[in-house]
């Protein structure tokens, strides 16, 4: 059981770092698909969503081995164990589906049609498969279909972030704001 009271501030920035990409870049493919003709006529809100959610998938991979490597706070003692449960399972969806299932899915529908992603404005990722026609709308689907499911994940993650802070006012929402006294060492 771990006894830090707060994220190390590595943790801090990683994740308020990739939930600004994650929320921006989530916003953007909305309005790039449903307000096509007014934000979006040149492509350039899609360019901008891959270039920016494809970012993800480097940050991830630092963040998870940050995440293997420190510990993070304990949950606080009123939380039932079936709560504490919850809340590891919701992370782990966090982490699966969100932060490395969603671009997953953006990069293997961008390869199938052939359509290049440039990661930040700066380099070409590679292609994840062979281009293939065929896969064109399995793959739309996969990515549209797991981009709603993780909204509505996302916005549980807030809504239960802020009850623990204004109704339960216990300090979990504390532990990853930025300035405590009481950070770990990072
Ligand atoms: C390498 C990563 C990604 C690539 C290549 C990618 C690619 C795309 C493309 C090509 C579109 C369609 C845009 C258009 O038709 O103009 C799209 C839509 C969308 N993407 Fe991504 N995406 C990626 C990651 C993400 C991430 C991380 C999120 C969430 C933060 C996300 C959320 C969405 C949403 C919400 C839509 C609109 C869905 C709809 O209602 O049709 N994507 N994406
Ligand atoms: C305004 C938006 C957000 C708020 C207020 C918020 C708040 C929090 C808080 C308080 C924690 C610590 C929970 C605990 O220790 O039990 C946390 C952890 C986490 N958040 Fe967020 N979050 C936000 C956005 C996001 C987004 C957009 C994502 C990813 C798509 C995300 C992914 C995660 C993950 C994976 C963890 C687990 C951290 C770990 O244990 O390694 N968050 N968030």
């Given at each position: ?24 870049a989530w ?25 920016m959610a ?133």
């Amino acid at each position: 059981m771990s006894n830090v009271e707060s994220y190390t501030a590595t943790a801090k920035w990683l994740h308020w770092g990739m939930a600004l990409i994650w929320i921006v870049a989530w916003l953007f493919g909305i309005v790039a698909v449903h307000w096509r003709d007014e934000f979006n006529p040149q492509h350039q809100l899609t360019f901008l969503h891959k270039a920016m959610a494809s970012v993800l998938l480097f940050l991830i991979v630092l963040r998870v081995v940050w995440r293997l490597t420190h510990p993070s706070p304990a949950m606080p003692a009123t939380m039932s164990p079936l709560m504490k449960r919850g809340a590891f399972a919701g992370h782990l969806l966090l982490y699966c589906i969100a932060l490395v299932g969603l671009p997953m899915s953006g990069w293997y529908w961008s390869s199938v049609a052939d359509k290049p992603i440039l990661v930040a404005g700066l380099f070409l990722l590679p292609a994840l498969v062979e281009p293939d026609q065929s896969l064109y709308d399995l793959a739309k689907s996969i990515h549209t279909y797991t981009a709603w499911l993780c909204g509505v994940l996302v916005g549980g993650h807030v809504i239960v972030a802020l009850k623990h802070h204004f109704i339960d006012k216990d300090r979990v929402l504390a532990g990853m704001l930025p300035g405590r006294a009481t950070d770990a060492p990072s």
